[in-house]
């Protein structure tokens, strides 16, 4: 059986011209479909096993996929997840959400077992403010959920929430 090169699979996967509202879905299979058109421009994309989080330009978040966080169904196409304001970018991995505010509020929500996300509750079930003093009171610049536990980045500190 012969191997094909990068180079031909990607020029058979690009056959789809995607404008800049378009949703593209990779396949396994080496295609290329149109999932969906999207009325905003994405700036910031999170992806964890199977759900996906978009961060649009004017601030909105939305969900594609199986979260498992109780309070967002699961979509095939990108739904909107409620934020108590603009949100600059986020990030999803197990069960949870942690996102950054436009006006640099740090908000999370879903599974707090290994108190990932900080707060005293083993579950939050909407965006809530995570408290400040868990980063110091500082401006966080990026944040990640990893496994067991959320990383937060200030200018001048890393903080881990949760279990290492």
Do not use: W
């Amino acid at each position: 059986m012969k191997r094909k090169n990068v180079d031909e699979t990607q020029n058979r996967q690009l056959k789809i011209a995607p404008s800049k509202n378009d949703i593209l879905s990779i396949c396994n299979t080496n295609e290329t479909k149109l999932l969906c058109k999207f009325d905003a421009v994405i700036v910031y994309v999170s992806h964890y096993a199977h759900f996906t989080l978009l961060v649009t330009k004017d601030g909105r978040l939305f969900g594609v996929g199986d979260s498992r966080i109780k309070n967002i169904p699961k979509a095939s196409l990108p739904t909107l997840i409620e934020t108590p304001g603009h949100v600059a970018s986020a990030s999803f991995g197990n069960k949870r959400i942690i996102a950054i505010m436009q006006d640099g509020t740090l908000m999370g929500m879903g599974d707090n077992t290994s108190n990932a996300l900080g707060f005293t509750s083993d579950y939050v079930e909407t965006m809530t403010a995570l408290p400040s003093k868990n980063h110091n009171y500082e401006r966080v610049e990026f944040v990640t959920c990893v496994y067991s536990s959320s990383i937060a980045i200030t200018s001048q500190s890393l903080f881990v929430f949760g279990q290492m």
